[in-house]
């Protein structure tokens, strides 16, 4: 008789285990979802030294701006040649520095 009772308890155990297990995916839902999330980190991984690049960039232009700002508001202490020289030098960087920043800023198709 109690080896009964325990079979049947056991049995009982056994169905509301089963009962209560979580339902796994199909293996090739999670084999897609493995390649989904590994295809995504080497994307990320990929656009990261872009995203250095942005930010420096965008550096270079903000430090652009304030050689600038400097040169037009001394412009009266510094002599002819430092100014052209000083917003050459701007205009160069400003342009390079705009150009990386949009090229690296573009949507990829």
Aim: hydrophobic share 55%; proline share 5%; glycine share 2%.
């Amino acid at each position: 008789m109690s080896e009964q009772i325990d079979r049947q308890l056991y049995e009982l155990v056994q169905a509301e285990r089963a009962a209560h297990l979580p339902e796994l995916p199909s293996p090739s839902l999670i084999w897609w979802r493995a390649q989904l999330m590994e295809r995504r980190r080497l994307q990320a991984k990929a656009l990261q030294p872009i995203a250095i690049l942005r930010s420096l960039s965008a550096i270079a232009i903000y430090a652009c701006a304030i050689v600038l700002a400097y040169i037009s508001i001394h412009a009266a202490q510094l002599n002819l040649a430092a100014v052209v020289i000083g917003g050459s030098i701007f205009a160069a960087t400003h342009v390079a520095a705009l150009a990386v920043y949009r090229s690296f800023s573009a949507k990829p198709k």
